[in-house]
């Protein structure tokens, strides 16, 4: 089963929370994400979460825009 991790990363001042692949949720490495259809090296991994399996993680990863939708007045 494919699971993904909630983790906390760091690269210079900003901090950001995203889900990773498990396999590359751990303390202490170094990530590559993806923004706007951009690779950015140099994210730091200083904490990790909840696993998810990847389907759910998937479908779920859309749901602010529903919530904003219904809202938004």
Known sequence: MNK?????LHKG???YTAYLPSDYAKIGEYVKIK???TWEDGWLVVDV???LPSETVFER???YR???KASDI
Do not use: A, E, I, W
């Open 4 to 8: 993904h991790t909630q983790c906390l």
């Open 13 to 15: 001042n900003v901090k």
């Open 35 to 37: 923004f706007d259809g």
């Open 49 to 51: 979460f909840t696993s």
């Open 61 to 63: 990863s859309q749901d």
């Open 66 to 68: 529903k919530t904003r």
